[in-house]
Protein backbone atom coordinates (compact mmCIF):
# COMPACT_ATOMS: atom_id res chain seq x y z
CA UNK A 1 0.00 0.00 0.00
CA UNK A 2 1.27 3.43 -1.20
CA UNK A 3 2.33 5.36 2.17
CA UNK A 4 4.21 7.59 4.03
CA UNK A 5 6.92 6.06 6.53
CA UNK A 6 9.00 8.08 9.10
CA UNK A 7 11.94 6.45 10.67
CA UNK A 8 12.60 6.71 14.22
CA UNK A 9 9.43 6.95 15.49
CA UNK A 10 10.85 7.49 18.95
CA UNK A 11 14.02 9.14 19.62
CA UNK A 12 15.22 10.40 23.08
CA UNK A 13 18.80 12.37 22.36
CA UNK A 14 21.07 14.91 24.23
CA UNK A 15 21.59 18.50 23.71
CA UNK A 16 24.34 19.04 21.04
CA UNK A 17 24.22 15.48 19.51
CA UNK A 18 23.42 15.27 15.72
CA UNK A 19 20.02 13.93 14.49
CA UNK A 20 18.69 12.97 11.35
CA UNK A 21 14.75 11.81 10.98
CA UNK A 22 13.88 10.25 7.83
CA UNK A 23 10.69 10.04 5.44
CA UNK A 24 10.02 7.31 2.65
CA UNK A 25 7.07 7.05 0.43
CA UNK A 26 5.91 5.45 -1.94
CA UNK A 27 3.07 7.69 -3.10
CA UNK A 28 5.13 8.88 -6.36
CA UNK A 29 4.27 12.31 -5.42
CA UNK A 30 6.91 15.14 -6.09
CA UNK A 31 6.02 17.07 -2.77
CA UNK A 32 7.41 16.76 0.19
CA UNK A 33 6.87 18.88 3.39
CA UNK A 34 9.04 18.80 7.55
CA UNK A 35 6.66 19.84 9.95
CA UNK A 36 6.77 20.32 13.53
CA UNK A 37 3.64 20.39 16.44
CA UNK A 38 3.87 21.68 19.35
CA UNK A 39 1.02 21.99 22.32
CA UNK A 40 -0.82 25.38 21.54
CA UNK A 41 1.35 25.86 18.29
CA UNK A 42 -0.16 23.82 15.97
CA UNK A 43 1.92 22.54 12.54
CA UNK A 44 4.53 24.68 11.70
CA UNK A 45 6.55 24.16 8.36
CA UNK A 46 10.38 23.29 8.31
CA UNK A 47 11.10 22.48 5.11
CA UNK A 48 9.19 21.78 2.15
CA UNK A 49 10.62 20.13 -1.79
CA UNK A 50 8.57 20.42 -4.57
CA UNK A 51 11.30 18.24 -6.43
CA UNK A 52 14.53 16.45 -6.02
CA UNK A 53 16.18 19.84 -6.75
CA UNK A 54 14.12 22.04 -4.70
CA UNK A 55 14.68 22.95 -1.15
CA UNK A 56 12.71 25.56 0.46
CA UNK A 57 13.10 27.36 3.96
CA UNK A 58 9.86 27.14 6.09
CA UNK A 59 8.81 29.45 8.87
CA UNK A 60 11.26 27.82 11.50
CA UNK A 61 14.35 26.48 9.47
CA UNK A 62 16.65 27.87 12.15
CA UNK A 63 18.39 25.18 13.89
CA UNK A 64 17.31 22.19 10.98
CA UNK A 65 19.02 21.02 7.23
CA UNK A 66 17.29 18.68 4.90
CA UNK A 67 18.30 16.76 1.98
CA UNK A 68 16.53 15.38 -0.82
CA UNK A 69 18.18 12.39 -1.23
CA UNK A 70 15.58 10.93 -4.44
CA UNK A 71 11.66 11.83 -5.46
CA UNK A 72 10.76 9.12 -2.90
CA UNK A 73 13.31 10.88 0.45
CA UNK A 74 13.32 13.60 2.37
CA UNK A 75 15.77 13.84 5.52
CA UNK A 76 15.34 16.21 8.00
CA UNK A 77 19.01 17.18 10.51
CA UNK A 78 19.16 18.72 13.82
CA UNK A 79 23.18 19.79 13.66
CA UNK A 80 23.30 20.32 17.16
CA UNK A 81 20.10 19.34 19.02
CA UNK A 82 18.83 21.88 21.49
CA UNK A 83 15.81 21.30 24.69
CA UNK A 84 13.74 23.14 22.83
CA UNK A 85 13.52 21.00 19.42
CA UNK A 86 11.49 18.52 21.25
CA UNK A 87 8.15 17.91 19.49
CA UNK A 88 6.49 15.97 17.45
CA UNK A 89 7.80 15.71 13.75
CA UNK A 90 5.98 15.45 10.19
CA UNK A 91 6.26 14.18 7.24
CA UNK A 92 3.82 15.07 4.38
CA UNK A 93 3.85 14.61 0.84
CA UNK A 94 1.33 16.12 -2.18
CA UNK A 95 0.96 15.81 -5.95
CA UNK A 96 1.20 18.66 -7.96
CA UNK A 97 -2.04 20.48 -8.62
CA UNK A 98 -4.26 22.63 -6.72
CA UNK A 99 -6.78 21.07 -4.21
CA UNK A 100 -4.42 18.22 -3.41
CA UNK A 101 -3.98 16.83 -0.28
CA UNK A 102 -1.34 16.62 1.80
CA UNK A 103 -0.86 12.68 2.73
CA UNK A 104 1.00 12.91 6.21
CA UNK A 105 3.56 10.33 7.90
CA UNK A 106 3.01 8.36 11.48
CA UNK A 107 5.23 10.87 13.33
CA UNK A 108 8.67 11.22 15.18
CA UNK A 109 8.28 12.04 18.82
CA UNK A 110 11.95 13.56 19.44
CA UNK A 111 13.15 14.51 22.73
CA UNK A 112 16.12 16.67 23.51
CA UNK A 113 17.74 16.33 27.16
CA UNK B 1 -0.88 38.93 5.79
CA UNK B 2 -2.14 35.14 4.83
CA UNK B 3 -3.22 33.60 7.98
CA UNK B 4 -6.15 30.99 9.25
CA UNK B 5 -7.29 31.96 12.98
CA UNK B 6 -8.90 29.36 14.56
CA UNK B 7 -10.17 31.02 17.88
CA UNK B 8 -11.49 28.23 19.92
CA UNK B 9 -8.34 25.82 21.29
CA UNK B 10 -10.71 23.62 23.24
CA UNK B 11 -14.06 22.61 22.17
CA UNK B 12 -16.12 20.18 24.48
CA UNK B 13 -19.54 18.89 23.69
CA UNK B 14 -21.84 16.13 24.72
CA UNK B 15 -22.84 13.43 22.61
CA UNK B 16 -25.54 14.10 19.98
CA UNK B 17 -25.22 17.91 20.41
CA UNK B 18 -24.43 20.45 17.20
CA UNK B 19 -20.98 20.82 17.21
CA UNK B 20 -19.33 24.23 14.78
CA UNK B 21 -15.53 24.61 14.66
CA UNK B 22 -14.60 28.16 13.64
CA UNK B 23 -11.90 29.35 11.23
CA UNK B 24 -11.32 32.44 9.08
CA UNK B 25 -9.09 33.27 6.96
CA UNK B 26 -7.07 36.58 6.25
CA UNK B 27 -6.44 36.38 1.82
CA UNK B 28 -7.76 38.67 -0.32
CA UNK B 29 -8.02 36.48 -3.35
CA UNK B 30 -9.96 33.57 -4.24
CA UNK B 31 -8.53 31.10 -1.41
CA UNK B 32 -8.65 26.82 -1.38
CA UNK B 33 -9.42 25.72 2.01
CA UNK B 34 -9.13 22.54 3.87
CA UNK B 35 -10.26 21.04 6.83
CA UNK B 36 -7.29 18.37 7.88
CA UNK B 37 -8.31 15.75 11.36
CA UNK B 38 -5.89 14.39 13.51
CA UNK B 39 -7.63 11.66 15.40
CA UNK B 40 -5.64 9.95 18.36
CA UNK B 41 -2.66 7.48 18.00
CA UNK B 42 -3.46 8.59 13.92
CA UNK B 43 -1.92 10.41 10.77
CA UNK B 44 -3.16 13.55 10.72
CA UNK B 45 -6.02 13.17 7.54
CA UNK B 46 -7.77 15.40 5.51
CA UNK B 47 -11.21 15.91 6.42
CA UNK B 48 -12.66 17.75 3.82
CA UNK B 49 -11.86 20.60 1.27
CA UNK B 50 -14.12 23.47 0.01
CA UNK B 51 -14.47 22.96 -3.31
CA UNK B 52 -15.69 19.47 -3.06
CA UNK B 53 -18.51 20.80 -1.08
CA UNK B 54 -19.26 17.24 -0.03
CA UNK B 55 -20.10 16.31 3.21
CA UNK B 56 -17.72 13.60 5.54
CA UNK B 57 -18.58 11.73 8.35
CA UNK B 58 -21.29 13.98 8.72
CA UNK B 59 -19.21 17.15 8.66
CA UNK B 60 -19.73 19.85 6.07
CA UNK B 61 -18.22 23.30 5.54
CA UNK B 62 -19.01 26.14 3.79
CA UNK B 63 -17.36 28.99 2.38
CA UNK B 64 -18.42 32.51 3.12
CA UNK B 65 -16.14 34.66 1.48
CA UNK B 66 -18.19 37.73 2.83
CA UNK B 67 -17.22 36.56 6.58
CA UNK B 68 -13.80 34.99 5.02
CA UNK B 69 -15.24 32.02 7.14
CA UNK B 70 -14.93 28.29 6.65
CA UNK B 71 -16.67 26.78 10.00
CA UNK B 72 -16.90 22.90 10.16
CA UNK B 73 -20.26 21.70 11.30
CA UNK B 74 -22.15 18.49 12.69
CA UNK B 75 -25.65 18.48 13.48
CA UNK B 76 -25.13 15.46 16.19
CA UNK B 77 -21.67 15.13 17.35
CA UNK B 78 -20.32 11.43 17.95
CA UNK B 79 -17.48 10.31 20.58
CA UNK B 80 -15.91 9.26 17.52
CA UNK B 81 -15.64 12.76 16.44
CA UNK B 82 -13.23 13.81 19.11
CA UNK B 83 -10.31 14.89 17.46
CA UNK B 84 -7.58 17.66 17.05
CA UNK B 85 -9.40 19.73 13.80
CA UNK B 86 -7.16 21.97 11.58
CA UNK B 87 -8.50 24.24 9.34
CA UNK B 88 -5.49 25.19 6.40
CA UNK B 89 -5.42 27.75 3.64
CA UNK B 90 -3.72 27.55 0.54
CA UNK B 91 -3.31 31.29 -1.04
CA UNK B 92 -2.87 32.74 -4.50
CA UNK B 93 -2.52 31.03 -7.84
CA UNK B 94 -0.01 28.72 -9.54
CA UNK B 95 1.59 25.42 -8.41
CA UNK B 96 4.17 26.22 -6.41
CA UNK B 97 2.02 27.50 -3.04
CA UNK B 98 2.01 26.04 0.84
CA UNK B 99 -0.45 25.76 2.94
CA UNK B 100 -1.08 28.26 5.71
CA UNK B 101 -2.23 26.14 8.80
CA UNK B 102 -4.55 27.26 11.35
CA UNK B 103 -3.62 26.48 15.46
CA UNK B 104 -5.84 23.76 15.75
CA UNK B 105 -8.91 23.09 17.97
CA UNK B 106 -9.32 20.17 19.90
CA UNK B 107 -12.31 18.43 20.06
CA UNK B 108 -13.66 16.21 23.06
CA UNK B 109 -17.35 15.05 22.90
CA UNK B 110 -18.17 13.66 25.97
CA UNK B 111 -20.64 10.74 26.60
Known amino acids: DADVTQTPRNRITKTGKRIMLECSQT?????MYWYRQDPGLGLRLIYY???????NKGEISDGYSVSRQAQAKFSLSLESAIPNQTALYFC????????????FGPGTRLTVL | AQRVTQPEKLLSVFKGAPVELKCNYS??????LFWYVQYSRQRLQLLLR?????SIKGFTADLNKGETSFHLKKPFAQEEDSAMYYC?????????????WGLGTSLAVNP
Open chain 1, 49 to 55: SFDVKDI
Open chain 1, 27 to 31: KGHDR
Open chain 1, 92 to 103: ATSDRGSYNEQF
Open chain 2, 27 to 32: YSGSPE
Open chain 2, 50 to 54: HISRE
Open chain 2, 88 to 100: ALRPGAGNNRKLI
